[in-house]
């Protein structure tokens, strides 16, 4: 390529003498085909430079002057007549000229071919005069290698193109950008109000070998080899860049791309023809945000590429839906619909919200570039985030919510549908309750709720116990109750829609009386935590603090007994002692001994050290100790300890204690007193008998 320091020509001219005198011009700085000679101008540069290597033989001759002839081409070319004359300068003769006076298209494409010769003048000692010596011409193809044109309407190559003509190009290395221009009314028939030539599209290549003259003569037609579209605003379709690489093998090489003004709310997708090289790396998305004259949110895209042909810049992901409102089930007839819909990447094209029953269609809304009766706004100016809400009124139901979106990718737009089931529910739930008595310190509770809408939604509640299950049928278990009480419990069940079913019922336990098995009034499932220390701690008093419903296990002989509380106030603890059941009431202080064998020798003492509400401090001991005459089973020792002595029941009341106690004095005495009776009436016979046989 030619600028002011660069000719590619190559020729040799011979001088046409008949005497042995003979001067001749060799032209320098070539680089392309010798056989194929081409010199490059741009209508920026209009200038061909020409360097001649001039020499002459023969006494005494000089060379006065040599002229490139372009008068083959063009009679006026250069100074007028068709020569351009040379200067000598450093050994060599150089001139230069426009050629823009017989090249008058600057915008010629196609090349343009003539011949050129060179003419030496050389003094002699035979002629006083200068003489002319022809010589050899060749030809020279002058290529346009400005700013090639565009081939379409509405575009051209702007001033960020790289000019070719600059000086000192090493056209061996040639870093070439191509900066595309348009008119936007033009190319989207109105759709962006943009009249005058704006960026469009920039692509940048790095160190391309433009030194073949066929690469150059290819560069010329480069406006018919790309191929550049921006889709318009709320239009279907893809952006996409193209080059031709078949023209111009030289251009399939890597290269930055960079669209503006595409028309997308966030960064594109790139989809590539079938053998294009592909995307190198990442992409940059630099949102320029609502641009008036498009009406719509816009951005630039760069990215870069390993080679050519076509890239598409399109939208190929469908829209995100969302359903926000009313949910599956709403205890109103009249509510708020609101459907959220991501475009991901371009405005809504349509949407269509339809409800529906087991009918048929209720109510159908829609949104596009005419109608919004479905009300569907963007949260910002042509974003691609939209909310559709509207109020809806619909009768007690089942219905079907289906929200149909459309965007504007591609041909036709992506499309994307969800469904939703609704349930437009106002009734409670009706509850039905079923007690039942596990020991008389529990309930066991049956829920039975009756929904025939929206359905019960997660667990019941109550007022006390643990509820368990789902669904209709549920259940309370609540323990840990004083027997012979009563107790209320209030049930609420809620259905999916919101609506809250209440029962309340009162109920008591059974009486204290009424259980048996270990623990006295209270049944196995009553104990919630037991205690085994080893013999040696019983032996020695183990201490330990219990809760109501905890017991230590006390080991006599190969039997376990336990110590368990079953009552706690701020001031006493009911304590337990089992196997055979017995209940005592203890003070803070107070010890009490308890018999368990049945062998007049006290088995188990317990202590209570201190007391609060919720926990009793107390020491159990394994003992074996007489029981004074009289002494009731499970009575305290004759000694006052604490509060005093206290009579200790041996069975669910005191009652039965004191009876059976009773009953054992009782029958004691009975048969100490037919002892005496059988002594005294032997002692009288024997007596007796004496005295008969004395007389």
Same mark, same amino acid.
């Given at each position: 390529?030619?600028?002011?320091?660069?000719?590619?020509?190559?020729?040799?001219?011979?001088?046409?003498?008949?005497?042995?005198?003979?001067?001749?011009?060799?032209?320098?700085?070539?680089?392309?085909?010798? +056989?194929?000679?081409?010199?490059?101008?741009?209508?920026?540069?209009?200038?061909?430079?020409?360097?001649?290597?001039?020499?002459?033989?023969?006494?005494?001759?000089?060379?006065?002057?040599?002229?490139?002839?372009?008068?083959? @081409?063009?009679?006026?070319?250069?100074?007028?007549?068709?020569? *351009?004359?040379?200067?000598?300068?450093?050994?060599?003769?150089?001139?230069?000229?426009?050629?823009?006076?017989?090249?008058?298209?600057?915008?010629?494409?196609?090349?343009?071919?003539?011949?050129?010769?060179?003419?030496?003048?050389?003094?002699?000692?035979?002629?006083?005069?200068?003489?002319?010596?022809?010589?050899?011409?060749?030809?020279?193809? $002058?290529?346009?290698?400005?700013?090639?044109? $565009?081939?379409?309407?509405?575009?051209?190559?702007?001033?960020?193109?790289?000019?070719?003509? &600059?000086?000192?190009?090493?056209?061996?290395?040639?870093?070439?950008?191509?900066?595309?221009?348009?008119?936007?009314?033009?190319?989207?028939?109105?759709?962006?109000? /943009?009249?005058?030539?704006?960026? @469009?599209?920039?692509? !940048?290549?790095?160190?391309?070998?433009?030194?073949?003259?066929?690469?150059?003569?290819?560069?010329?037609?480069?406006?018919?080899?790309?191929?550049?579209?921006?889709?318009?605003?709320?239009?279907?379709?893809?952006?996409?860049?193209?080059?031709?690489? &078949?023209?111009?093998?030289?251009?399939?090489?890597?290269?930055?791309?960079?669209?503006?003004? /595409?028309?997308?709310?966030?960064?594109?997708?790139?989809?590539?023809?079938?053998?294009?090289?592909? #995307?190198?790396?990442?992409?940059?998305?630099?949102?320029?945000?609502?641009?008036?004259?498009?009406?719509?949110?816009?951005?630039?895209?760069?990215?870069?590429?390993?080679?050519?042909?076509?890239?598409?810049?399109?939208? !190929?992901?469908?829209?995100? #839906?969302?359903?926000?409102?009313?949910?599956?089930?709403?205890?109103?007839?009249?509510?708020?619909? !609101?459907?959220?819909?991501?475009?991901?990447?371009?405005?809504?094209?349509?949407?269509?919200?339809?409800?529906?029953?087991?009918?048929?269609?209720?109510?159908?809304?829609?949104?596009?570039?005419?109608?919004?009766?479905?009300?569907?706004?963007?949260?910002?100016?042509?974003?691609?985030? %939209?909310?559709?809400?509207?109020?809806?009124?619909?009768?007690?139901?089942?219905?079907?919510?289906?929200?149909?979106?459309?965007?504007?990718?591609?041909?036709?737009?992506?499309?994307?549908?969800?469904?939703? +089931?609704?349930?437009?529910?106002?009734?409670?739930?009706?509850?039905?309750?079923?007690?039942?008595?596990?020991?008389?310190?529990?309930?066991?509770?049956?829920? &039975?709720?009756?929904?025939?809408?929206?359905?019960?939604?997660?667990?019941?509640?109550?007022?006390?116990?643990?509820?368990?299950?789902?669904?209709?049928?549920?259940?309370? %278990?609540?323990?840990?109750?004083?027997?012979?009480?009563? %107790?209320?419990?209030?049930?609420?069940?809620?259905?999916?829609?919101?609506?809250?079913?209440?029962?309340?019922?009162?109920?008591?336990?059974?009486?204290?009386?009424?259980?048996?098995?270990?623990?006295?009034?209270?049944?196995?499932?009553?104990? &919630?935590?037991?205690?085994?220390?080893?013999?040696?701690? @019983?032996?020695?008093?183990?201490?330990?603090?219990?809760?109501?419903?905890?017991?230590?296990?006390?080991?006599?002989?190969?039997?376990?007994?336990?110590?368990?509380?079953?009552?706690?106030?701020?001031?006493?603890?009911?304590?337990?002692?089992?196997?055979?059941?017995?209940?005592?009431?203890?003070?803070?202080?107070?010890?009490?001994?308890?018999?368990?064998?049945?062998?007049?020798?006290?088995?188990?003492?317990?202590? *209570?050290?201190?007391?609060?509400?919720?926990?009793?401090? #107390?020491?159990?001991?394994?003992?074996?100790?007489?029981?004074?005459?009289?002494?009731?089973?499970?009575?305290?020792?004759?000694?006052?300890?604490?509060?005093?002595?206290?009579?200790?029941?041996?069975?669910?009341?005191?009652?039965?204690?004191?009876?059976?106690?009773?009953?054992?004095?009782?029958?004691?005495?009975?048969?100490?007193?037919? #002892?005496?009776?059988?002594?005294?009436?032997?002692? %009288?016979?024997?007596?007796?008998?004496?005295?008969?046989?004395?007389?």
């Amino acid at each position: 390529m030619v600028n002011k320091s660069h000719i590619l020509v190559f020729a040799t001219f011979a001088a046409l003498l008949a005497s042995v005198f003979f001067a001749s011009a060799v032209l320098f700085n070539f680089g392309g085909n010798v +056989a194929n000679p081409d010199t490059f101008y741009t209508p920026y540069e209009t200038w061909v430079n020409v360097s001649v290597n001039a020499t002459i033989t023969g006494p005494g001759e000089s060379i006065l002057s040599v002229k490139a002839n372009f008068s083959a @081409i063009n009679t006026t070319a250069c100074d007028g007549d068709g020569y *351009l004359n040379l200067s000598y300068v450093n050994g060599y003769w150089i001139g230069g000229c426009s050629v823009a006076s017989f090249f008058t298209n600057t915008s010629q494409v196609t090349p343009i071919t003539g011949g050129i010769s060179f003419v030496v003048e050389n003094s002699t000692t035979n002629y006083s005069s200068l003489q002319q010596y022809g010589s050899n011409s060749i030809t020279i193809v $002058m290529h346009n290698l400005g700013v090639p044109t $565009m081939g379409a309407s509405g575009v051209r190559f702007g001033s960020g193109t790289t000019n070719l003509s &600059t000086t000192g190009i090493n056209f061996n290395f040639v870093d070439l950008s191509f900066d595309v221009e348009g008119n936007l009314s033009y190319l989207t028939n109105g759709a962006v109000n /943009l009249p005058v030539y704006q960026d @469009i599209f920039l692509a !940048n290549f790095t160190n391309l070998d433009l030194s073949n003259p066929a690469t150059a003569s290819a560069l010329a037609q480069f406006g018919n080899a790309i191929s550049v579209a921006i889709n318009s605003p709320r239009a279907f379709g893809d952006s996409r860049i193209y080059i031709n690489t &078949t023209l111009i093998a030289t251009l399939n090489k890597s290269a930055t791309l960079k669209f503006f003004n /595409l028309p997308f709310a966030s960064a594109p997708n790139i989809s590539t023809d079938s053998g294009a090289a592909g #995307v190198n790396g990442s992409i940059t998305w630099e949102s320029n945000g609502f641009v008036t004259a498009f009406n719509t949110t816009t951005g630039n895209l760069t990215f870069s590429v390993f080679g050519f042909s076509g890239y598409n810049i399109t939208d !190929n992901v469908i829209p995100a #839906v969302s359903i926000i409102t009313p949910g599956t089930a709403k205890n109103l007839t009249t509510f708020m619909l !609101n459907v959220s819909i991501n475009g991901t990447g371009t405005e809504l094209s349509k949407v269509v919200i339809n409800i529906t029953n087991s009918s048929g269609q209720v109510n159908s809304t829609l949104y596009n570039s005419t109608t919004n009766t479905a009300n569907c706004n963007a949260t910002t100016a042509g974003g691609e985030f %939209y909310y559709c809400t509207y109020n809806i009124t619909l009768v007690q139901g089942n219905y079907t919510i289906n929200a149909t979106a459309w965007d504007y990718g591609g041909s036709s737009g992506n499309v994307k549908s969800l469904s939703q +089931a609704l349930s437009v529910d106002t009734t409670a739930p009706v509850i039905s309750l079923s007690f039942a008595h596990p020991s008389n310190t529990a309930f066991n509770i049956t829920i &039975t709720a009756t929904e025939s809408g929206s359905g019960i939604s997660g667990s019941c509640t109550s007022s006390r116990g643990t509820v368990s299950g789902s669904g209709t049928t549920q259940y309370v %278990y609540a323990s840990g109750l004083d027997c012979e009480t009563s %107790y209320s419990f209030t049930i609420g069940c809620t259905d999916a829609a919101g609506n809250l079913g209440n029962r309340t019922e009162s109920h008591t336990t059974s009486t204290c009386d009424s259980d048996s098995g270990d623990g006295g009034a209270a049944t196995t499932s009553f104990w &919630t935590n037991s205690y085994s220390p080893t013999t040696a701690q @019983i032996q020695e008093g183990f201490s330990k603090g219990l809760k109501k419903g905890e017991r230590v296990r006390v080991k006599i002989g190969t039997e376990s007994h336990y110590v368990g509380i079953i009552k706690l106030t701020s001031t006493s603890a009911t304590i337990n002692v089992s196997s055979t059941p017995q209940q005592a009431v203890f003070s803070v202080g107070e010890t009490k001994s308890f018999e368990v064998t049945e062998d007049d020798y006290y088995d188990i003492k317990v202590k *209570l050290n201190s007391v609060n509400s919720t926990m009793a401090n #107390v020491t159990v001991w394994s003992v074996y100790e007489k029981m004074p005459a009289g002494a009731t089973t499970g009575a305290t020792t004759g000694t006052t300890t604490g509060a005093g002595n206290e009579s200790v029941t041996t069975g669910a009341t005191e009652g039965t204690a004191f009876f059976s106690s009773t009953v054992k004095s009782y029958w004691f005495w009975i048969g100490l007193g037919v #002892v005496v009776i059988i002594i005294v009436g032997t002692w %009288y016979y024997l007596r007796r008998r004496k005295r008969i046989k004395g007389y």
